[in-house]
């Protein structure tokens, strides 16, 4: 087992990482930007090193500061967590270069899964289905696009081939809205990940997110730990996600398991991983893309398996086998995550500032994952997720009402949070009935999408 891990990370993955590492006997160097000396991850870790200034570029994205650090502090392993260099091949590579172990995927399997067409086309050519789209290496420009966008029929949704977070992504319903909407997304692609290479894919209307988390050693095994449902979402990204999917029958988890298995065997992943699929509601389901780390909601899955992601990943990494076959793999219960933002409900505007108070809520099935504390100032430079609350019930509607006595309990002081949205979400008839769609938020709340302005983005159907 390694003996001093660097967490390249910050907040809530940082401390999950830590306590991972605690309970396996491992060190923890926590690294760190200025506008972070206060933050708990620093005060949890054994040691801990600052490597820059806030702006992420110069601190939690500098590959040689972090390389550095861990070399100088002794560390002989690094986990990435999840955002920042996570899907980095370059520092995957780096850290492997440096002696250190990597927690995660090869550096080509990162590499591999970013380029979206590429991955793409590996799955078409080993069966596992995914929506028409459009063909090659990717769409640089619009005349291209259009003929693509007309073969595959619209509306076609545009994504960029670096893509991530939901970012540079427009739905097109017909030839003029591709022409107002490609040049928009190509240039929002270039300024997020430096690459204006964009590809179509049919948008599905209706359609359910639904991901499976797969595990795999060094030695080509691989299993999967089930399905988590991800579709409340906000312009293309998570909000709350549940497990299990409402939808799924013993035969369908069975079938897209198994897909998920073969995505990852196909390529010889190794570590965690998940593999995202869109799931019709006549229950055809097409890959989107595998994420090739730890997921902000692995802790549903978590919940309705037993197994601990994180203290896997640590051992895979470390050369060791997997200890589960598939049929050891039981789902017990149901549970849900919401993540907790610090934003203002209605008009989702980032909402930093200092927590006077912090009472995070407890009790039977209820686990909170936070970076906060009383007088801890959320900074302004970072994604704004201050909590996920997870909850785990015997059944989906007892986790319902877990919930939301949870987050009734919660206390969070001084900055605004979502909270309230996530209460609107559990008490929606739809939601409690378990009919899900990516759709649903933007369904949710007519009014807030007006006061968003520019997010009329994802045209509902
Ligand atoms: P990112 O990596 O930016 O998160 P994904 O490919 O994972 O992008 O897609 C994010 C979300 O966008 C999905 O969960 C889904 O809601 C929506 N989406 C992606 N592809 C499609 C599609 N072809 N049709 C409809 N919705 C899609």
Redesign the pocket.
Known sequence: MFKKLLVANRGTIAIRIIRACRELGIRTVAVYSTADKDALHVRMADESVCIGPPAAEESYLNIPSIISAALTYGADAVHPGYGFLSENGDFAEACRRSGLSFVGPRARHIRLMGD?PRARRIMMRNGVPV?P?SEGTGVTDLRDATVQARRIGYPV?I??AA???????R?AHDGRELGRLFPLAGAEAEAAFGSRVMYL?????N?R?VEFQIIADNYRNVIHLGERD??I?RR???VLEEAPCTMLSDRLRDKMGRAAVRAAEVVGYSNVGTI?F?LAPGGEF?F??M?TRIQVEHGVTEMVTGIDLVKESLLLATGERLRFKQRQIKLTGAAIECRIYAEDAETHLPAPGVVSNHHAPGGLGVRVETALYDGYRVPVHYDPLIAKLIVHAPDRKQAISRAKAALREYLIDGIKTNIPLHLRILDDPAFQRGDLV?EFLSRLQPAAKAVQGGEAVLRAG
């Open positions: 979206k929506l789209g949704l994504k960029a893509g991530g977070g939901g970012k540079g992504m739905v894919e049919k948008y599905l209307e359609a997110h991800c579709s979402q293309h990204q998570k995202e869109l097409y989107i893309e994420n990516t």
